[in-house]
């Protein structure tokens, strides 16, 4: 069972930066993508960023240039690096591990809030 742990969330304000981590433990098998999602109060659970097994990065089209994913697997961590934060980033931010199985597991979210 995959195990997932975000922190890093907090208030800052528009113009700052917050650095999001998840910690992953549970298995050592390897994973298809991990990948950070967030919600806004009443709104759809949306895709932040994403990557790979093999490194490679996709993000959203509001995050570009703004934020970046990177993982290390020799300590099972996924980071998310969020730069010039917006009050529209405020959300509850989740890491999600997509495994090679089909299977999705996410952690429990950290709240991001960003003031103007």
């Known amino acids: 069972q995959v195990q997932l742990v975000e922190s890093g969330g907090g208030l800052v304000q528009a113009g700052g930066s917050l650095r999001l981590s998840c910690a992953r433990s549970?298995?050592?098998?390897?994973?298809?993508?991990m990948r950070w999602f967030r919600q806004a109060p009443g709104k759809q659970r949306e895709l932040v960023a994403q990557?790979?097994?093999?490194?490679?990065?996709n993000y959203a089209d509001s995050v570009k240039g703004r934020f970046t994913i990177s993982k290390d697997n020799a300590k099972n961590t996924l980071t998310l690096q969020m730069n010039s934060l917006k009050p529209e980033d405020t959300a509850v931010y989740y890491c999600?591990?997509?495994?090679?199985?089909?299977?999705?597991?996410w952690g429990q979210g950290t709240q991001v809030t960003v003031s103007s």
């Open positions: 999600n591990t997509f495994t090679w199985a089909g299977v999705d597991y």
């Open positions: 990557i790979t097994s093999v490194g490679s990065t």
């Open positions: 549970g298995s050592s098998f390897g994973f298809r993508s």
